[in-house]
């Protein structure tokens, strides 16, 4: 019963900035990983950036510089500041959770995906 819910996705004009949340909710035993991907009209989704539960990053070398992502894990959520929005990072952004979930007689480590939040850079 995992859910993992994202929302600050709006419409915002080049050079702006917005900051995206996903909080994950439900039977969770422990966070792998949390990531953001995105993906463009047309495009193959890609990965944005990642962070571990220990506290490494990785980031799309598009978006080095510009987008930062951080983790309240007390709270199971993970954000994307994004700065300095440009016109090509307009997309829908889909929270992924690498997840260590409880079940009947031990763990098991699932991926879950959010429904995703729509991202427009308008110029």
């Known amino acids: 019963q995992v859910q993992l819910v994202e929302s600050g996705g709006g419409l915002v004009p080049a050079g702006g900035s917005l900051r995206l949340s996903c909080a994950a909710s439900?039977?969770?035993?422990?966070?792998?990983?949390m990531n953001w991907y995105r993906q463009a009209p047309g495009k193959q989704r890609e990965l944005v950036a990642g962070i571990t539960n220990g506290g490494s990053t990785n980031y799309a070398d598009s978006v080095k510089g510009r987008f930062t992502i951080s983790r309240d894990n007390a709270k199971n959520t993970v954000y994307l500041q994004m700065n300095s929005l440009k016109r090509e990072d307009t997309a829908v952004y889909y929270c992924n959770a690498d997840l260590i979930v409880p079940i009947l007689v031990g763990t098991r480590r699932i991926d879950y995906w959010g429904q995703g939040t729509q991202v427009t850079v308008s110029s």
């Open positions: 439900g039977s969770i035993f422990s966070i792998n990983a």
